[in-house]
């Protein structure tokens, strides 16, 4: 017959209580361990389709549509070195279906129409690499380099830096789906020189 006093002295089943309580922290571990794992495969996603996005805003048309029209020749002169006092930047954004171009510094004279397809098809274009970036999270920013000459016959008169960024894409974390937390990822940029403004890309 067995006491009360010896059930409590039995150990029969202390190590499956034991895993029972151990067993929630080493989900969490392994969960958060993939979680690291997928966040970098993520980010690293994220920075080859700034690349492309790059690659493919500098040999296709730009979006800023007046400052791609713009003759800096008229007050400057044929040949003239374009100077920052004349065009500083622009960054260009779409809402998902039209995009929008607003003045970032020194851009007296030039008008801030976006073309909206050349915009969807560098965001489109980063969508192949990473499907997580939507057009809302694309921008695309165009600084002056000193580059290119005033009354250029055969393109834009600028030849500016082109920095196509993707800003907060989401990422969905497994251990966030139980608590409800949505995380971001950071702010990935790529930028190249403008080098033809007008033409395309293939693959």
Request: aromatic content about 8%; hydrophobic content about 45%.
């Amino acid at each position: 017959m067995t006491r009360v006093a010896d059930i409590f002295r039995r150990t029969d089943a202390a190590a499956g209580a034991e895993f029972a309580l151990v067993l929630p922290l080493l989900i969490l571990l392994i969960f958060g361990v993939i979680d690291v794992g997928r966040y970098m495969w993520t980010l690293n996603e994220v920075e080859k389709a700034t690349q492309m996005g790059a690659r493919t805003a500098v040999v296709t048309t730009m979006v800023p549509t007046d400052l791609a029209a713009k003759n800096f020749g008229v007050a400057l002169g044929q040949g003239a070195q374009i100077p920052t006092s004349s065009f500083g930047g622009m960054q260009c954004t779409s809402n998902g279906t039209t995009a929008t171009c607003t003045c970032v510094s020194n851009c007296s004279g030039i008008g801030t129409t976006a073309d909206s397809t050349a915009f969807n098809l560098i965001a489109d274009r980063m969508a192949l690499f990473a499907g997580m970036i939507g057009r809302p999270n694309v921008q695309i920013t165009y600084m002056n380099s000193g580059l290119g000459y005033a009354g250029d016959p055969t393109g834009p008169d600028v030849a500016p830096i082109v920095t196509v960024s993707a800003v907060n894409v989401g990422f969905t974390s497994l251990i966030g789906q139980f608590f409800g937390i949505s995380l971001r990822l950071p702010t990935v940029s790529a930028s190249l020189t403008l080098e033809d403004g007008q033409g395309s890309f293939s693959n």
